[in-house]
C-alpha cells in the first residue's frame, strides 16, 4: 500500500512549473516571476518546494521571497511608535503581550518578515511597526541601509527565480505604467500565475480603493506632527461630519445595494481641508532648511492627502462608469466609502498579457464544463494562448463518493437547516467524525453546530482559533469534526483517513447584494449563465477538492443543495466535477466506505 504524505500533493502543481521555469533560468539566463494569491503557497515554495529542486536538479539556481513592505518591520516606525508611547499601556493584555514578543524579536531578527513569528499579530499591534509603501520614507528615512524591506528587494534584484504575490504584481503593473520603470519587483521575462482562478478578483481589489474616516484621522496625525493642530482638527471634524452622513445615507430605504445616483453628500467642506493639508505639506517638503526625514514625511502626506481627496470625490460623483462604488458599514457602524472595477480584463490584456513575452496560468479550477473560456473572459486572455488541461491523478471514480440527499427542501427554504443538520450529523456518525463542513455563509455555519451531536468528536468551528491552528488540529486529532466558511474552501490540504467526509450546505453562487455582482447582472441579461454559474461552478471544484488529497485517499462528498441534481444549470456542475459515483441515498455512505476498507485491506 502506498503511504499517504500529507502535503504531498499540494506540491505537485508547484513542481511541475518550477522545474521547466529553474530550466529557463539556467540555461536562457531568464528572470522568473512566480505570483501567487496567498501567503502559505509563498512560504511552500522558497521553504519546500524550491529547496528541493536545488538539492536534485543538475541546474544551478538561486530564488528570493519578495513581499509587501508592511510585511516587514520598519525600523523607523517602531521607534516613533515607541516615542509617541504607543506601544505601552494602550491594549487590552493580549495585545499588549503581542507587542512585548513583536519587541523581542525584532531585536533578533534577520530578515524582519512577520511570517517568522510563531502568532499572527493583530493588524492593530502590527500596524504600529509597520508601514506601507504610501508612508515609507524612502531616501528620507534614517534607516534605510538596514531596511529589511529594502534587503529582501536587494536579494530578489539577483535571483533568477522570485516569487511573490498578486499584490505585488499589481503595484509593479501600475508603476510602471506610470513610469515605465520596474520599480517594484526586478525586471523579468517569465511570469507564473499560480491559483490563477483568483487573479480578476484580486485585480480588482488592487485597482479599487477604500477610504473611511480613519483614512482622516491619519492625515490629520500628520498635520499635527507638523506644527498645524487647527488643520488637524479641522480634518477629524469634518471627516467625521461627511462619514456620519455617509453612514446615515447607507441605512435610509434611498440605497440599495450601491451608489447609482450622484448628489447624496457633499465633501466641500473636508475637501478645503485637505487641499490646506497638501499646501502645508508641499510647503514643508520644498523647505530646505528640514532634514529628509520631515521632507520625505511631508511628500508622502501631500501624496496620500491628494489620492485621499480625489477618491472622494470620484466616489461621490461616480465618476468613472467603469467601476462600482458603494457604502460599506462595518459591525460597530463604521462606514467606508469604496470602489471597484467591474471588469478587469482589458487592463490585464493591455499591461500584462501585451507586456510580457511569457505568462503561465495555473489552478486546478481554471476550467468549466472543460473549457477556459470563462477565465480567458474575466483576464483577457489573448487569443491564440496554448491550453492544457492536466487530469487529476486520483482514481476519483473508485476514491470518491458524491451523494445529493434526496427529498432535502430548497436552500432558501426556512425548514432546510435543521434537515441539512441531520445528514450533517448522519455523514459525522457514518464517517465516525472526520468530516469537514464547508459553508457559504456563517448563518448556517453556526446554525449546524448548535445541533452537531458532538459529545463523541471534538468539533472545530472557524473563528475560535487562527485556521492554521484549526487545521493543525484537524489533521492530528482524528476523529474530529472541522466546520468553516470561505477561507476553508481552499488552502486545506489534509491527506489521509482525517478527512473522510466532506459536506457543502450550497452551491456557492455569489452574493446577490455584491455590489460587483449587481452592477455585472443589470450590464448582462444573461449575467446568471455567463458570469455567476461559471464563479460558483470553480468555488464548488476548490471545496470538493478537498477530498481526495493522495491516491491512498477514500471519502464522500455530500452537496446538500438539490439544484445541482434537479436543476437544469446543475448538470453544468456536476460536467465540471471529476468522475465519481453518485448516489441520492445517505444510507450509502456507510456501504461506500465498508467496502472501499475492504478493497484497500485485501
Given at each position: 500500500?502506498?503511504?499517504?504524505?500529507?502535503g504531498?500533493?499540494?506540491s505537485?502543481?508547484?513542481?511541475?512549473?518550477?522545474?521547466?521555469?529553474?530550466?529557463?533560468?539556467?540555461?536562457?539566463?531568464?528572470?522568473?516571476?512566480?505570483?501567487?494569491?496567498?501567503?502559505?503557497?509563498?512560504?511552500?515554495?522558497?521553504?519546500?518546494?524550491?529547496?528541493?529542486?536545488?538539492?536534485?536538479?543538475?541546474?544551478?539556481?538561486?530564488?528570493a521571497?519578495?513581499?509587501?513592505?508592511?510585511?516587514?518591520?520598519?525600523?523607523?516606525?517602531?521607534?516613533e511608535?515607541?516615542?509617541?508611547?504607543?506601544?505601552?499601556?494602550?491594549?487590552?493584555?493580549?495585545?499588549?503581550?503581542?507587542?512585548?514578543?513583536?519587541?523581542?524579536?525584532?531585536?533578533?531578527?534577520?530578515?524582519?518578515?512577520?511570517?517568522?513569528?510563531?502568532?499572527?499579530?493583530?493588524?492593530?499591534?502590527?500596524?504600529?511597526?509597520?508601514?506601507?509603501?504610501?508612508?515609507?520614507?524612502?531616501?528620507?528615512?534614517?534607516?534605510?541601509?538596514?531596511?529589511?524591506?529594502?534587503?529582501?528587494?536587494?536579494?530578489?534584484?539577483?535571483?533568477?527565480?522570485?516569487?511573490?504575490n498578486?499584490?505585488?504584481?499589481?503595484?509593479?503593473?501600475?508603476?510602471?505604467?506610470?513610469?515605465?520603470?520596474?520599480?517594484?519587483?526586478?525586471?523579468?521575462?517569465?511570469?507564473?500565475?499560480?491559483?490563477?482562478?483568483?487573479?480578476?478578483?484580486?485585480?480588482?481589489?488592487?485597482?479599487?480603493?477604500?477610504?473611511?474616516?480613519?483614512?482622516?484621522?491619519?492625515?490629520?496625525?500628520?498635520?499635527?506632527?507638523?506644527?498645524?493642530?487647527?488643520?488637524a482638527?479641522?480634518?477629524?471634524?469634518?471627516?467625521?461630519?461627511?462619514?456620519?452622513?455617509?453612514?446615515?445615507?447607507?441605512?435610509?430605504?434611498?440605497?440599495?445595494?450601491?451608489?447609482?445616483?450622484?448628489?447624496?453628500?457633499?465633501?466641500?467642506?473636508?475637501?478645503?481641508?485637505?487641499?490646506?493639508?497638501?499646501?502645508?505639506?508641499?510647503?514643508?517638503a520644498?523647505?530646505?532648511?528640514?532634514?529628509?526625514?520631515?521632507?520625505?514625511?511631508?511628500?508622502?502626506?501631500?501624496?496620500?492627502a491628494?489620492?485621499?481627496?480625489?477618491?472622494?470625490?470620484?466616489?461621490?460623483?461616480?465618476?468613472?462608469?467603469?467601476?462600482?462604488?458603494?457604502?460599506?458599514?462595518?459591525?460597530?457602524?463604521?462606514?467606508?466609502?469604496?470602489g471597484?472595477?467591474?471588469?478587469?480584463?482589458?487592463?490585464?490584456?493591455?499591461?500584462?498579457?501585451?507586456?510580457?513575452?511569457?505568462?503561465?496560468?495555473?489552478?486546478?479550477?481554471?476550467?468549466?464544463?472543460?473549457?477556459?473560456d470563462?477565465?480567458?473572459?474575466?483576464?483577457?486572455?489573448p487569443?491564440?494562448?496554448?491550453?492544457?488541461?492536466?487530469?487529476?491523478?486520483?482514481?476519483?471514480?473508485?476514491?470518491?463518493?458524491?451523494?445529493?440527499?434526496?427529498?432535502?427542501?430548497?436552500?432558501?427554504?426556512?425548514?432546510?437547516?435543521?434537515?441539512?443538520?441531520?445528514?450533517?450529523?448522519?455523514?459525522?456518525?457514518?464517517?465516525?467524525?472526520?468530516?469537514?463542513?464547508?459553508?457559504?455563509?456563517?448563518?448556517?455555519?453556526?446554525?449546524?453546530?448548535?445541533?452537531?451531536?458532538?459529545?463523541?468528536?471534538?468539533?472545530?468551528?472557524?473563528?475560535?482559533?487562527p485556521?492554521?491552528?484549526?487545521?493543525?488540529?484537524?489533521?492530528?486529532?482524528?476523529?474530529?469534526?472541522?466546520?468553516?466558511?470561505?477561507?476553508?474552501?481552499?488552502?486545506?490540504?489534509?491527506?489521509?483517513?482525517?478527512l473522510?467526509?466532506?459536506?457543502?450546505?450550497?452551491?456557492?453562487?455569489?452574493?446577490?447584494?455584491?455590489?460587483?455582482?449587481?452592477?455585472?447582472?443589470?450590464?448582462?441579461?444573461?449575467?446568471?449563465?455567463?458570469?455567476?454559474?461559471?464563479?460558483?461552478?470553480?468555488?464548488?471544484?476548490?471545496?470538493?477538492?478537498?477530498?481526495?488529497?493522495?491516491?491512498?485517499?477514500?471519502?464522500?462528498?455530500?452537496?446538500?443543495?438539490?439544484?445541482?441534481?434537479?436543476?437544469?444549470?446543475?448538470?453544468?456542475?456536476?460536467k465540471?466535477?471529476?468522475?465519481?459515483?453518485?448516489?441520492?441515498?445517505?444510507?450509502?455512505?456507510?456501504?461506500?466506505?465498508?467496502?472501499?476498507?475492504?478493497?484497500?485491506?485485501?
Amino acid at each position: 500500500m502506498q503511504r499517504c504524505v500529507p502535503g504531498q500533493s499540494a506540491s505537485t502543481a508547484q513542481v511541475a512549473y518550477a522545474v521547466p521555469a529553474v530550466y529557463r533560468a539556467h540555461h536562457d539566463k531568464k528572470r522568473v516571476v512566480i505570483a501567487t494569491a496567498n501567503i502559505a503557497l509563498q512560504e511552500q515554495l522558497v521553504r519546500k518546494d524550491l529547496p528541493m529542486l536545488a538539492s536534485v536538479l543538475p541546474w544551478p539556481f538561486t530564488f528570493a521571497l519578495l513581499k509587501g513592505r508592511n510585511n516587514y518591520v520598519c525600523l523607523d516606525r517602531r521607534i516613533e511608535s515607541e516615542a509617541r508611547g504607543e506601544l505601552r499601556g494602550l491594549y487590552y493584555d493580549d495585545q499588549q503581550r503581542q507587542v512585548d514578543e513583536v519587541l523581542a524579536w525584532a531585536e533578533a531578527t534577520k530578515t524582519g518578515d512577520v511570517s517568522e513569528l510563531p502568532f499572527i499579530p493583530s493588524a492593530q499591534v502590527w500596524s504600529k511597526f509597520s508601514v506601507g509603501s504610501d508612508e515609507c520614507k524612502g531616501e528620507g528615512c534614517p534607516f534605510r541601509d538596514d531596511c529589511f524591506a529594502e534587503r529582501a528587494k536587494g536579494l530578489a534584484q539577483g535571483a533568477d527565480l522570485v516569487v511573490t504575490n498578486y499584490h505585488m504584481l499589481f503595484a509593479h503593473l501600475a508603476l510602471r505604467a506610470e513610469t515605465g520603470q520596474d520599480l517594484v519587483l526586478p525586471a523579468f521575462d517569465l511570469l507564473i500565475l499560480d491559483e490563477a482562478h483568483e487573479a480578476a478578483e484580486i485585480a480588482r481589489e488592487f485597482f479599487g480603493f477604500t477610504v473611511s474616516e480613519q483614512t482622516f484621522a491619519r492625515l490629520a496625525t500628520v498635520a499635527a506632527d507638523m506644527g498645524n493642530k487647527a488643520l488637524a482638527g479641522e480634518l477629524r471634524q469634518e471627516a467625521q461630519s461627511l462619514f456620519t452622513t455617509l453612514g446615515s445615507f447607507a441605512r435610509s430605504p434611498r440605497y440599495k445595494r450601491r451608489l447609482k445616483e450622484p448628489g447624496f453628500a457633499s465633501a466641500a467642506a473636508l475637501q478645503r481641508a485637505v487641499s490646506k493639508l497638501v499646501a502645508l505639506a508641499t510647503t514643508k517638503a520644498a523647505d530646505e532648511l528640514a532634514d529628509k526625514k520631515e521632507r520625505a514625511t511631508a511628500r508622502n502626506a501631500a501624496k496620500n492627502a491628494t489620492v485621499a481627496g480625489a477618491r472622494v470625490a470620484e466616489g461621490l460623483e461616480l465618476s468613472d462608469a467603469g467601476k462600482v462604488y458603494w457604502l460599506d458599514v462595518d459591525p460597530k457602524g463604521r462606514t467606508k466609502l469604496r470602489g471597484k472595477p467591474i471588469d478587469v480584463s482589458t487592463l490585464l490584456r493591455d499591461e500584462l498579457f501585451a507586456r510580457c513575452p511569457s505568462v503561465s496560468l495555473v489552478s486546478a479550477t481554471l476550467t468549466t464544463q472543460g473549457t477556459f473560456d470563462f477565465v480567458r473572459r474575466e483576464l483577457g486572455v489573448p487569443e491564440g494562448a496554448l491550453e492544457v488541461v492536466a487530469e487529476t491523478p486520483f482514481d476519483f471514480a473508485s476514491q470518491a463518493l458524491l451523494v445529493v440527499p434526496e427529498r432535502l427542501p430548497d436552500p432558501r427554504d426556512a425548514d432546510f437547516i435543521d434537515e441539512a443538520s441531520r445528514i450533517f450529523q448522519h455523514v459525522v456518525d457514518a464517517c465516525d467524525g472526520r468530516t469537514l463542513g464547508l459553508f457559504t455563509s456563517y448563518r448556517n455555519l453556526n446554525a449546524v453546530y448548535e445541533r452537531l451531536d458532538g459529545r463523541e468528536h471534538r468539533v472545530l468551528r472557524q473563528g475560535e482559533l487562527p485556521r492554521a491552528e484549526l487545521t493543525r488540529l484537524f489533521k492530528e486529532d482524528v476523529g474530529s469534526i472541522l466546520l468553516g466558511t470561505e477561507s476553508f474552501w481552499t488552502g486545506i490540504d489534509v491527506a489521509g483517513e482525517a478527512l473522510t467526509g466532506l459536506v457543502i450546505d450550497k452551491l456557492p453562487f455569489p452574493p446577490p447584494d455584491d455590489p460587483v455582482i449587481d452592477a455585472i447582472c443589470e450590464r448582462d441579461p444573461r449575467a446568471f449563465d455567463n458570469y455567476l454559474v461559471p464563479l460558483a461552478i470553480i468555488a464548488l471544484r476548490q471545496g470538493v477538492g478537498r477530498l481526495i488529497r493522495c491516491k491512498t485517499d477514500v471519502g464522500v462528498a455530500v452537496i446538500l443543495d438539490k439544484r445541482i441534481a434537479e436543476k437544469g444549470y446543475g448538470k453544468k456542475f456536476l460536467k465540471s466535477l471529476p468522475p465519481m459515483l453518485t448516489t441520492r441515498r445517505v444510507e450509502n455512505i456507510g456501504r461506500f466506505l465498508e467496502e472501499a476498507a475492504y478493497a484497500r485491506a485485501s
